[in-house]
C-alpha cells in the first residue's frame, strides 16, 4: 500500500473518532480492503446503539473520581464554608455539576450553636467523601473490560456483521492498542493487519501481544498523543 494511502486512512479515523461521545476518550476505527484500497467499514466507541445512554451518563466510570473533583457544597451545587450549618443539608459534589447520592445531615439546631457539634458534622462528611472517593477509583487500562462504553473495534466488526460484509483479509487502523477482548474478536474476524496510532491511547501490551502470537500483524504509526498523558 502506497503511504499516501495509509496516511489518508490515518486522518479518516481520526475524524470518525470525533464521533464519540465518550467524555474521557475518543477512539476510531476504520476496516479497509488493503488490496483494492476501497472502505469497508468504520466505527467509534460509545453507548449502545438506538440512543442508549453512556456507561456512565456525563462521566466516565473508567475515569474514577480524584480528592479534587469531590467537594461538599449545598442542594444547588453553592460552596458555602457554613453549609450543612443551621440544618442546611450537604451534598457531595464531583467536578461541580454531577450531585451524588452521599447525603450528610446538617447539624442540629437545636440550641446555641456549638463548636462540637460542627466538628462532628464535619466529620460526618469527610467519612462520606472518604467512602465515595473509595468506592470510586480510577481503573486502568485494559482491566475490567466489562465497565465502559462499546469499543471502536467492537463496533465495527458488529457493524459489518450486521450487514452481511467479510472482514477476512482487511486491514484495521485504530487510535491505538486494542484491549486483549477486542483483539480476540479482531483475529476471529479475519484481520491480517492492526495499525495503531501511537501515542493515541495507553492501552497497553495485552492485546498487541495477542495478535501477534495469533498470526496478525501489528504495525505503529505516528498519531497525536494521548491528552492525558500531558500535563
Known sequence: MKSKHLTARIKQCLAIAECSPCPRRKFGAVLFDPVRNTDIGSGYNGAPRG?????????????????????????????????????????????????VSIQVEGVDDSGPFSVTKYN????????????????????????????????????????????????????????????????????????????????????????PAYLRAHGVEVEYVDGPVDPRSTP
Not at 469527610?126 to 467492537?154: D, F, V, W, Y
Open 120 to 207: 462532628s458534622w464535619r466529620d460526618d462528611v469527610e467519612a462520606a467523601r472518604t467512602k465515595l472517593l473509595a468506592e470510586n477509583p480510577p481503573i486502568k487500562s485494559g482491566t475490567e473490560l466489562q465497565i465502559g462504553c462499546h469499543h471502536a473495534e467492537m463496533n465495527v466488526i458488529c457493524n459489518m456483521a450486521a450487514s452481511t460484509v467479510s472482514t477476512a483479509g482487511a486491514w484495521l487502523v485504530i487510535t491505538g492498542e486494542p484491549c486483549l477482548m477486542c483483539a480476540k474478536l479482531l483475529h476471529h474476524a479475519g484481520i491480517v493487519k492492526v495499525i495503531c496510532v501511537q501515542g493515541g491511547y495507553a492501552g497497553g501490551d495485552a492485546g
Open 51 to 99: 440512543g442508549g445512554d453512556l456507561c456512565g451518563g456525563s462521566r466516565c466510570l473508567r475515569d474514577g473520581f480524584t480528592p479534587e473533583e469531590v467537594v461538599v457544597a449545598d442542594h444547588m451545587g453553592r460552596l458555602d464554608e457554613r453549609c450543612g450549618v443551621d440544618d442546611d443539608d450537604a451534598y457531595l459534589w464531583v467536578r461541580g455539576k454531577q450531585r
